[in-house]
């Protein structure tokens, strides 16, 4: 689950920069590819970032996928990401 998002107060600025920046760098390091990219990439404040991946059925994680998880986790920790078996 991904918590709420708050109310900007005065001073309080989310820049879309940020996630923007974050993507563009695991991109890069995915060779410039978007393959195993999961389903959902969110954020809020810095260091706050929330992958989420959802299958149905029979769906597995692909290989791309796999490597993906390797290769982000380089940059984020465990628990943003979040795989979400449906079954169907």
């Known amino acids: 689950m991904v918590p709420r998002a708050r ?3 005065p001073g309080r600025h989310r820049s ?3 996630g923007a920046e974050a993507f563009e760098r695991l991109r890069a390091a995915n060779g410039n590819r978007l ?5 959902v990439f969110a954020w ?4 706050e970032f929330w ?9 597995k994680l692909q290989q791309s996928q796999r490597e ?6 380089r940059f984020h920790q465990p ?10």
């Open 7 to 9: 109310r900007q107060g």
């Open 16 to 18: 879309p920069r940020l």
């Open 35 to 39: 393959a195993g990219f999961f389903d």
């Open 44 to 47: 809020r404040h810095p260091g």
């Open 51 to 59: 992958f989420g991946e959802v299958k149905v059925g029979k769906d």
């Open 68 to 73: 993906f998880i390797d290769l982000a986790l």
């Open 79 to 88: 628990e943003q990401f979040t795989i979400i078996d449906v079954p169907g």
